[in-house]
Nanobody
Framework: QVQLVEFGGGLVQAGGSLRLSCAVSGRTLSISAMGWFRQAPGKERQFVAQINWTGGSTRYANSVKGRFTISRDNAKNTVYLQMNSLKPEDTAVYYC???????????WGQGTQVTVSS
């Protein structure tokens, strides 16, 4: 099994920045991709970004492209989401997920709240 713990959420003004971290432990050899998702109140969980665990290729949702950057530090077993130029519509609970490049996400963190005030 893979365990995921997110850090770094909080309250920020529009236009500000936050960096989320996701600490990965357990069967990390089973991971081929890491992803970030978010869920706003009353809405479905949506994809934000993903990164290949070994090669580092990335993919982003159109709504965050150019503002968010996903990265990973394999030595520290940690994945990051740098969020710049935040908007009120970015307000959500952000979840880290581990899975495959094909889009199967088998492990999830508990989530961290990000609130962007206008």
């Amino acid at each position: 099994q893979v365990q995921l713990v997110e850090f770094g959420g909080g309250l920020v003004q529009a236009g500000g920045s936050l960096r989320l971290s996701c600490a990965v432990s357990g069967r990390t050899l089973s991971i081929s991709a890491m992803g970030w998702f978010r869920q706003a109140p009353g809405k479905e969980r949506q994809f934000v970004a993903q990164i290949n665990w070994t090669g580092g290729s990335t993919r982003y949702a159109n709504s965050v492209k150019g503002r968010f950057t996903i990265s990973r530090d394999n030595a520290k077993n940690t994945v990051y989401l740098q969020m710049n130029s935040l908007k009120p519509e970015d307000t959500a609970v952000y979840y880290c997920a581990a899975g495959s490049d094909s889009g199967y996400w088998g492990s999830w963190g508990q989530g961290t709240q990000v609130t962007v005030s206008s």
